[in-house]
């Protein structure tokens, strides 16, 4: 199961890092992101980086947000500054891992973390 964490209520200008962590046994995780749904709307790409620390972001969050991750802790991380209200939103993280060798790659995905932006 996916555990993500670190969301909450912060005036905007202000910083938030969101971690998510995959806690069952796994012989490697590729691509790993993030993604949100704001209120009424659907959801869509943040950030996301592959094994090898190519990033990629949305523009709404280029020069705020920096996804990171840490191979050793199957952990994605993202750290988000300059915050502003329509940052608001439901952030889920997903991965793409292997549980084997040579076994087709299976994607999941986080329960979700509230970050709101007040103005």
């Known amino acids: 199961q996916l555990q993500a964490s670190g969301g909450g209520l912060v005036h905007a200008g202000g910083s938030l890092r969101l971690s998510c962590a995959a806690s069952w046994g796994i012989f490697r995780i590729n691509d790993m992101g993030w993604y949100r749904q704001p209120p009424g709307k659907q959801r869509e790409l943040v950030a996301t980086i592959t094994r090898g620390d190519s990033t990629n972001y949305a523009d709404s969050v280029k020069g705020r947000f920096t996804i990171s991750r840490d191979n050793a802790k199957n952990t994605v991380y993202l750290q988000m500054n300059s915050l502003k209200p329509e940052d608001t939103a439901v952030y889920y993280c997903?991965?793409?891992?292997?549980?084997?060798?040579?076994?087709?790659?299976?994607?999941?995905w986080g329960q979700g973390t509230q970050v709101t932006v007040s103005s």
């Open positions: 997903n991965i793409i891992y292997q549980l084997r060798p040579h076994q087709e790659a299976i994607a999941s």
